[in-house]
């Protein structure tokens, strides 16, 4: 990013002076922040409740939605903040905050609450905030396992015996739930014998063009970044570089430079991340994350930070760690804004569905929604770009620069090939010797 490590530093000195402060009683952070003063853990009931209430007295503004149903059929509630809220305008793109996914680790859990009442509560006044409302469908789901929340107790830092709390209630691990890069999926079987609260997930992740997606844990201080596995069968350190490794690195550092304790990497006993990001393989492998799945299985771009070396930190700490980590959820938020976005049409300016956006030199396409909209998260700098789809010839190839802060719009027109001149199994006929050529190549 331009001017990237300028920023950095001052980020840096601000946050190094602020968290050498106690948390200020009558300064400007504070407005619109009243739900600090008496700090706890909103039960399932109660989040519930609350959503609801915020639902009704914002009704243009918010919408809750829920993902599914877990084991004991509570609601994995999603609250959806947005200008336009049930009513997304064409090339808004979609993000979505995940927490608890283990349930003992509660404090993203209550993050979210903060979240979304600041987001809230501060629209129309703030004028960061409602920028950020008004360009940005926000998706915001404090518990992905409400019930090992409801089983997890307040101040304990490890996992109960037996996993109890961190598991769902049939006793399995959420974040190992998932399909995983190597291992052999079909569309007709990649739900099977998944747990509701995972096959819920999978449903809401493919089935919704979101754009950039943060996964909150707790148990370690650090941002990290995909793969979370590789083939080795390594048990740790090796790293397992996706094809959008750099742009990985880019929005965990994002996420971690704010943070007072983040960035320092060694916030929690034996603890040592460079700037307080780390590779998922590097640090440890584990398989079935929701993590890689959002990557490889969707549009989506999913960065896992884990919060607190405490997993279950008790009520009064929440003021502080609100403070500590609400430049960094918003400035998370704001890189879904990154790189470039447009829409992909035909001659007839109709969209087209599920075309590739391709970036030359970058292995990783991303599919335009069914409105032939995409959104491609890319670092500053200049690519070469293309777009493709069955049918239909590839659009010319076209330079685009990326800017820091800055979104590029690009277009693309694709021509449909005459139905008479496609045969079965992609061959081609009455096409010139380059488009013959095109397609059997792909």
Known sequence: MLKLTYLISVITVFFGICASLSIPENTENTVNEKFLDDPKYLNYDELTNLFKQLESEYPNLVHLTSAGKSVRNRELWAL???ANVQNRSLLTPMFKYVANMHGDESL??????YLALYLI???????RVTKLVNTTDIYIMPSMNPDGFENSEEGLCE???KYVGRENENGKDLNRDFPDQFEP?????ILSGRQPETVSMITWIISRPFVLSGNLHGGAVVASYPYDNSNTKRHCCKE????????????ALTYSQPHPLMRDGKACKNDNFDRGITNGAFWYELQGGMQDFNYIHSNCFEVTFELS??????????????????????RYIESTHWGVKGLVTDTKGEPVLDADVVV????HNITTSNRGEYWRLLLPGQYEMYASAFGFLPSDKTFVTVTAGHTEIQNFQLNRIPQENVKGNGKTAGLSQKESNWYWKN
């Open 159 to 161: 996992s109960k015996p």
């Open 80 to 82: 959806e903040i947005n």
């Open 240 to 251: 397992s570089k996706s094809p959008d490794n750099e742009l990985f690195k880019t929005l």
């Open 121 to 127: 509560k501060n629209y129309g006044k703030d004028e």
């Open 360 to 363: 030359t030199g970058i292995n």
């Open 108 to 113: 993203g859990r209550q993050l979210m609450v």
């Open 309 to 330: 070396c405490c997993k279950y930190p008790e009520a009064k700490t929440l003021p502080q760690e609100w403070y500590n980590n609400k430049e960094s959820l918003l």
């Open 185 to 189: 999926t079909r569309i007709g079987t």
